[in-house]
């Protein structure tokens, strides 16, 4: 039981410290590319590509997370 608590919770953490981080660095290097999607009225090719760097941060992140707190396992 003990186990299965403390691997819950790292893959927990993993998730909460991965979506949040990993979105946050998205968002940035999108703004630094010039692709800004938060507060930017309108749909276009920059904001798309911005809401994409944003996901792709989060999944990267968590993903590196997980491999670290978890061991590799999922």
């Known amino acids: ?4 608590f403390n ?3 790292r893959a927990a953490l ?4 991965g979506f949040v981080g990993g979105g946050v660095i998205g968002l940035l290097i999108g ?3 010039g ?3 938060i ?3 309108g749909w276009g090719m920059p904001q ?14 968590r993903w590196l997370l997980r491999r670290l707190l978890l061991g590799g396992k999922d």
């Open 1 to 4: 039981m003990n186990n299965d």
């Open 7 to 9: 691997a819950a919770w």
């Open 14 to 17: 993993a998730d909460a410290l």
């Open 31 to 33: 703004r630094a590319l």
């Open 35 to 37: 692709w800004e999607f």
């Open 39 to 41: 507060g930017v009225p």
């Open 48 to 61: 798309i590509l911005g809401l994409l760097l944003i996901l792709a941060g989060m999944g990267v992140c």
